[in-house]
């Protein structure tokens, strides 16, 4: 894994200048990135002393050499563990993280910059063509972060001393890319975030693919991948199987537009899939496509809280399953959550419109929910060929509908197969409900809604009854 360009910054520049003049003479060739290693500028990759002076100066020098060449530069990790404090990455680097080399971020507060929005163990500010791949890991070392294990949530380390951030939620994120054009994170893993994992802010063109993402069931706002006030986002073949939500697009400052995630698989102890609950701007022309989503809190969730509007969004071909876990993480058992419930008194709601449910098939412990609200409802709902088994086998107690966060918090309310309120316009085609196991009597209700808030409802080919094997 020794670098051919590794010798001097003029050796480098040589080798570059002259391999460019010699790749320009030839038409047909693809353009071969640049390639440094972070060993040859003394990282030790041992795992117990900090790597991040050299391998900052790595990044460095292989964004100078972007800069004056105009090819992408790789930073290569031979195999070995690099802990490190907050890498920055710089336009046209690519971290080139090989098979069964980990970067590991460190678990001091002095690892991390002084302004809380930039703790992360790698972020990108502000880049172009920027990536991370290679086949190998970042780890950020999440249960070190934890004071007391618990099976229904984490206590976690909080470094709110600082003053910059509250309670638990004051912990490192793991990847960020932040105001970036043209990133592309592929082919490794993630792992253990001590608080989000990978972080999309105000990108534009952000390909994800091929990425598993690791992190501990029982630890809070270990999220998978948060998407915020970003256009252009594709997401596909990723595996997340974590302990707080896997997807999640959020506005904070301005719009997200086209998101499209793909053939994933997602564990999660909160939601799979889910808009908000930020969303102080719109949402629009999102897809979720071949999704299977295995014993999760919440399915597919909207989770709309702050006055922005959403529209247009797809799901189609989901499998769900869903389950009860400890009330304390948000959820309750819903394969699907469609709500824009003001979060307070200051709040304005959102609202939702042209959002379709095609070939979806879940089993859960609870029913879908679909409430909007006064001057936020939803409308133009389409749920086509759908297939949903309800039996409950956990014993968490059911019978609350969930308004968190914010807004009306838990309601007790009996549980529908559909729960619905402040709709205008639902067209159902093809939908099936089945109540399976000896619980039934709980859920003696398939549609639970009052022609005062749910109006234009049409139902084609809509079946309801008990599940047989
Ligand atoms: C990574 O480690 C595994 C298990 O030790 C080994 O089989 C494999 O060859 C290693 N791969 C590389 C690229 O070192
Ligand atoms: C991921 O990287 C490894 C190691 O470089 C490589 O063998 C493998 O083919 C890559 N997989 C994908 C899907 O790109
Ligand atoms: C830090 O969080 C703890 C636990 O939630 C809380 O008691 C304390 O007031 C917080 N301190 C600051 C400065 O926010
Ligand atoms: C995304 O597109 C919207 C227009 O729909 C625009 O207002 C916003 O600035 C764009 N965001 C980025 C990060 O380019
Ligand atoms: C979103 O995608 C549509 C269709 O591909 C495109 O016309 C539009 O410009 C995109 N919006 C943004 C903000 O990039
Ligand atoms: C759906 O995604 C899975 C990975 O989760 C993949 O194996 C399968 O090929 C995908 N199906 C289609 C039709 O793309
Ligand atoms: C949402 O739509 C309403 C009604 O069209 C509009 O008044 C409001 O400004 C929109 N909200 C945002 C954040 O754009
Ligand atoms: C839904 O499933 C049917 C049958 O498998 C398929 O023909 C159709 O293309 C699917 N619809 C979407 C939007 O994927
Ligand atoms: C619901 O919202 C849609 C889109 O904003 C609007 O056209 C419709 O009039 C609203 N319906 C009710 C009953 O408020
Ligand atoms: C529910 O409680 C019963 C009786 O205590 C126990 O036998 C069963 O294993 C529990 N089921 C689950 C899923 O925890
Ligand atoms: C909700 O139900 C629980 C259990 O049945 C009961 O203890 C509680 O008082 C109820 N809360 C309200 C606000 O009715
Ligand atoms: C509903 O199901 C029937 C029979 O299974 C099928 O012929 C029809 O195309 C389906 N409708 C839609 C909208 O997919």
């Known amino acids: 894994m020794k670098s051919i360009l590794s ?57 100078s050499a972007f800069l004056r060449h105009r090819r992408p530069c790789y930073v290569t990790f031979p195999p070995g563990k690099y802990l490190t404090a907050t890498l920055f990455l710089k336009s046209g680097v690519t971290l080139d993280i090989s098979e069964n080399a980990t970067i590991l971020g460190g678990t001091k507060l002095s690892d991390y910059p002084e302004k809380q929005d930039r703790w992360y163990v790698v972020v990108a500010v502000d880049a172009e063509d920027v990536g991370i791949t290679g086949g190998g890991e970042i780890n950020g070392q999440g249960m070190k972060f934890v004071t007391r294990l618990d099976e229904r949530k984490n206590v976690m380390v909080s470094w709110n001393h600082t003053g910059a951030c509250f309670d638990d939620e004051c912990r490192p994120r793991l990847v960020g890319f932040i105001g970036c054009k043209n990133a592309r994170i592929w082919n490794v893993s993630l792992n253990e975030p001590a608080y989000w994992c990978l972080h999309i802010v105000r990108c534009q063109n952000t390909l994800i693919r091929d990425i598993s993402i690791y992190g501990d069931f ?54 799979a899939i889910k808009l908000g609950s930020a969303s102080l701007y719109k949402f629009k022309g999102l897809v979720f496509d071949n999704i299977t989503i295995v014993e999760s809190h919440r399915g597919l ?44 008194d200051k709040s304005k709601a959102g609202s939702i419109s042209n959002l379709q449910f095609i070939n979806i098939t879940a089993i859960s412990e609870n029913g879908v929910f679909l409430s909007g609200s006064k001057g936020g409802n939803l409308s133009d709902l389409k749920f086509i060929n759908v297939d949903l088994v309800y039996k409950r086998w956990t014993n968490y107690s059911g019978g609350m509908v969930d308004y968190r966060p914010g807004c009306k918090g838990l309601v007790n309310h009996s549980t529908a197969g559909f729960m619905m309120e402040h709709i205008d316009g639902l067209d159902v085609q093809n939908l099936s409900m089945k109540w399976a196991g000896e619980n039934t009597a709980k859920w003696n209700n398939p549609l639970d809604f009052r022609p005062s808030t749910v109006i234009h409802v049409s139902l084609q080919n809509f079946y309801s009854g008990l599940y047989k094997q």
């Open 7 to 63: 010798i001097s910054h003029f050796q480098l520049f040589l080798y570059c200048s002259l391999s460019y003049l010699i790749q320009s003479h030839a038409a047909t060739s693809i353009i071969r990135p640049l390639s440094l290693c972070v060993k040859d500028h003394g990282a030790t990759g041992t795992g117990a002393v900090y790597d991040t002076v050299p391998i900052q100066s790595t990044i460095n020098a292989c964004s």
């Open 301 to 344: 969730a909207l989770q709309i809280r702050d006055g922005g509007n959403v529209s247009d969004v797809i799901f189609s071909n989901i499998k769900i399953s869903t389950r009860y876990y400890d009330p304390s993480w948000w959820g309750r058992a819903e394969p699907i959550y469609v709500t824009t419930c003001p979060r307070d």
């Open 218 to 271: 029982n630890t809070p706002n270990n999220d998978g991948i948060d998407i915020e006030d970003s256009n252009n986002t594709f997401i596909t073949r990723c595996k997340i199987d974590t302990g707080d939500d896997a997807i999640c697009p959020k506005t904070y400052t301005s719009p997200l537009v086209n998101l499209t995630a793909t053939n994933c698989w997602i564990k999660t102890k909160s939601s």
